[in-house]
């Protein structure tokens, strides 16, 4: 059944026409007034909902029952990262919404390719956010990841809550070994590069403890999934 993301109030027994994407997406898939689909609100669970009228451009539904089904992890992870350039960011943002990330911070490192602000910063995010969107729709998700707006690492760290650093300094932990056995997980991860020795030492100054993934030098679209992926599991 096809799943769409409705940032709308749900109610069983409601009747409301579908924000212009998923009705879009239901036209393109050239459903019929009696056909259902599934809609969530990033609320918690979802809603079974029947077509009742196609118009040219829009499409009216009638909201269904609700199922308080959920697919998120027990540990909530929070992904710090220094930007990868391109298309890169795209990718992870996609793929760690599919991983079940709680939320995305992203950097602007001293290293950093990428840098954003002002009102490109706010494109992006805007589209990282429909990134995620999809990606929830497809993967089953009821609860769309947060994407917060870009900050520099400077702004950020100021304020920021302990967690695991990614690092190649040596002595650091493999990353299972010092992972806090209750609460929230943040990881932070650099750009392409890594982070500046400087940068290390001020997360570290914050509760940030250095870690190692593997005996390889992993990309930076790479390791926060592999890091995702470990922590979930």
């Given at each position: 059944?096809?799943?769409?993301?409705?940032?709308?109030?749900?109610?069983?027994?409601?009747?409301?026409?579908?924000?212009?994407?998923?009705?879009?997406?239901?036209?393109?898939?050239?459903?019929?007034p009696?056909?259902?689909?599934?809609?969530?609100?990033g609320?918690?669970?979802?809603?079974?909902?029947?077509?009742e009228?196609?118009?040219?451009?829009?499409?009216?539904?009638?909201?269904?029952?609700?199922?308080?089904?959920?697919?998120?992890?027990a540990?909530?992870?929070?992904?710090?990262?220094?930007?990868?350039?391109?298309?890169?960011?795209?990718w992870?943002?996609?793929?760690?919404?599919?991983?079940?990330?709680?939320?995305?911070?992203?950097?602007?490192?001293?290293?950093?390719?990428?840098?954003?602000?002002?009102?490109?910063?706010?494109?992006?995010?805007?589209?990282?956010?429909?990134?995620?969107?999809?990606?929830?729709?497809?993967?089953?998700?009821?609860?769309?990841?947060?994407?917060?707006?870009?900050?520099?690492?400077?702004?950020?760290?100021?304020?920021?809550?302990?967690?695991?650093?990614?690092?190649?300094?040596?002595?650091?932990?493999?990353?299972?070994?010092?992972?806090?056995?209750?609460?929230?997980?943040?990881?932070?991860?650099?750009?392409?590069?890594?982070?500046?020795?400087?940068?290390?030492?001020?997360?570290?100054?914050?509760?940030?403890?250095?870690?190692t993934?593997?005996?390889?030098?992993?990309?930076?679209?790479?390791?926060?999934?592999?890091?995702?992926?470990?922590?979930?599991?």
């Amino acid at each position: 059944m096809p799943r769409f993301y409705c940032p709308a109030p749900l109610a069983t027994g409601a009747t409301l026409d579908l924000p212009a994407g998923p009705a879009r997406h239901v036209q393109v898939l050239r459903m019929q007034p009696g056909q259902t689909i599934t809609l969530f609100n990033g609320q918690g669970g979802e809603f079974e909902a029947t077509i009742e009228r196609m118009g040219r451009s829009d499409v009216a539904v009638v909201v269904g029952a609700h199922d308080p089904v959920e697919r998120e992890a027990a540990r909530a992870v929070h992904l710090v990262l220094g930007m990868p350039a391109n298309d890169r960011m795209d990718w992870l943002v996609e793929k760690a919404a599919e991983l079940g990330v709680t939320s995305i911070q992203p950097l602007v490192c001293e290293r950093s390719v990428l840098r954003l602000n002002g009102e490109r910063a706010d494109k992006k995010r805007a589209h990282w956010h429909a990134v995620g969107v999809a990606a929830c729709e497809q993967s089953g998700r009821n609860r769309v990841p947060e994407v917060h707006a870009v900050r520099s690492f400077a702004d950020w760290v100021a304020s920021a809550e302990p967690g695991l650093l990614l690092s190649l300094r040596p002595g650091s932990q493999p990353m299972l070994n010092a992972v806090p056995a209750t609460g929230a997980i943040h990881f932070l991860s650099g750009p392409e590069g890594g982070l500046s020795p400087s940068e290390e030492d001020a997360a570290i100054a914050r509760g940030y403890r250095p870690v190692t993934l593997a005996n390889r030098v992993l990309r930076s679209e790479t390791a926060p999934l592999a890091a995702l992926a470990q922590l979930q599991f």
